[in-house]
């Protein structure tokens, strides 16, 4: 392993420039934005590979999660994918144009709506998780198993107060 990457050359130079300053939060959290953009190119790839765009992968695998019949009401998928209502509606529309997804009726609420999967859907979605998995497999490669469970667990515990619901 290389005794510094860019990180710490950036941490150092600010050290140097500004001793008077705690840079700890950038020796985690500049490394944590840096594998983002890696794996966000690995993910704008293995989806492309599908056909797919990242925000198509999003909506089409809560579907595919959420199991037979995969299919989910807007309010669902608002909640899963973290978007406007806005916004969701026009992802389902432009996934109706591309006949990934279909709207029907809620059996169970004549007013209300789901959105469904279609098996194109399906397949391009089946397609990029398997991709996607290959690809992220490789950019933990330099980690052994017990090091990416520690490190799981550890961005867990970071992450646990971001993801909790938020409460009005």
Same mark, same amino acid.
């Given at each position: 392993?290389?005794?510094?990457?860019?990180?710490?050359?950036?941490?150092?130079?600010?050290?140097?420039?500004?001793?008077?300053?705690?840079?700890?939060?950038?020796?985690?959290?500049?490394?944590?934005?840096?594998?983002?953009?890696?794996?966000?190119?690995?993910? @704008?790839?293995?989806?492309?590979?599908?056909? +797919?765009?990242?925000? !198509?992968?999003?909506? =089409?695998? #809560? %579907?595919?999660? $959420?199991?037979?019949?995969?299919?989910?009401?807007?309010?669902?998928?608002?909640?899963?994918?973290?978007?406007?209502?806005?916004?969701?509606?026009?992802?389902?529309?432009?996934?109706?144009?591309?006949?990934?997804?279909?709207?029907?009726?809620?059996?169970?609420?004549?007013?209300?709506?789901?959105?469904?999967?279609?098996?194109?859907?399906?397949? @391009?979605?089946?397609?990029?998780?398997?991709? +996607?998995?290959?690809? !992220?497999?490789?950019? =933990?490669? #330099? %980690?052994?198993? $017990?090091?990416?469970?520690?490190?799981?667990?550890?961005?867990?515990?970071?992450?646990?107060?971001?993801?909790?619901?938020?409460?009005?």
């Amino acid at each position: 392993m290389p005794a510094h990457d860019e990180v710490d050359r950036i941490v150092d130079a600010w050290l140097r420039e500004r001793p008077d300053l705690d840079f700890a939060p950038l020796q985690v959290l500049s490394r944590v934005a840096r594998l983002s953009k890696h794996l966000d190119r690995a993910r @704008r790839a293995a989806f492309g590979e599908s056909g +797919l765009e990242p925000w !198509e992968f999003d909506v =089409l695998s #809560a %579907l595919r999660r $959420a199991g037979s019949p995969y299919q989910l009401s807007p309010k669902a998928l608002l909640q899963q994918t973290l978007v406007s209502s806005g916004t969701m509606t026009n992802r389902i529309d432009r996934l109706v144009e591309r006949q990934l997804v279909e709207r029907r009726t809620d059996p169970h609420d004549g007013r209300g709506i789901l959105v469904s999967m279609t098996s194109l859907g399906r397949e @391009r979605v089946d397609a990029a998780i398997a991709t +996607l998995l290959v690809a !992220e497999r490789e950019l =933990l490669d #330099a %980690l052994s198993p $017990a090091d990416q469970d520690r490190l799981a667990g550890l961005l867990r515990k970071l992450s646990l107060d971001f993801d909790a619901p938020d409460v009005d």
